[in-house]
């Protein structure tokens, strides 16, 4: 089992910056696949973000690429979104999620929605006003 805690959300004005985190314990493994999703309401959950953490393999919503960067730090079994340039649109209920033993492969189709995160956080809340 893998558990996961996001933190970082709040409110922040348009332009701003946010950087959140989400912290994995329990039985991890060196090389996950993470993914950062959002649900604002009345919307459908949206991937935002997904890193391989054994390497460098990186997808981004175009919605957020060149603002956001999803990065791991696997010493602290935790990895981050840094959200720049923040847009009210970008407000959303944020979660991060984990699949162990991961590959390229295996990242890919849990980008393209194929297979299934095994492990979700509870969400943070990023709010952004104009």
């Known amino acids: 089992q893998v558990q996961l805690v996001e933190s970082g959300g709040g409110s922040v004005q348009a332009g701003g910056s946010l950087r959140l985190s989400c912290a994995a314990s329990?039985?991890?493994?060196?090389?996950?696949?993470m993914g950062w999703f959002r649900q604002a309401p009345g919307k459908e959950r949206e991937g935002v973000a997904a890193?391989?953490?054994?390497?460098?393999?990186?997808y981004y919503a175009d919605s957020v690429k060149g603002r956001f960067t999803i990065s791991p730090d696997n010493a602290k079994n935790t990895v981050y979104l840094q959200m720049n340039r923040l847009k009210p649109e970008d407000t959303a209920m944020y979660y991060c999620?984990?699949?162990?033993?991961?590959?390229?492969?295996?990242?890919?189709?849990?980008?393209?929605?194929?297979?299934?995160?095994?492990?979700w956080g509870q969400g943070t809340q990023v709010t952004v006003s104009s």
């Open positions: 890193r391989y953490t054994g390497d460098s393999i990186t």
């Open positions: 999620a984990a699949d162990e033993r991961c590959s390229p492969a295996r990242l890919y189709y849990l980008w393209r929605g194929v297979v299934r995160y095994g492990y």
């Open positions: 329990g039985n991890t493994y060196t090389s996950s696949c």
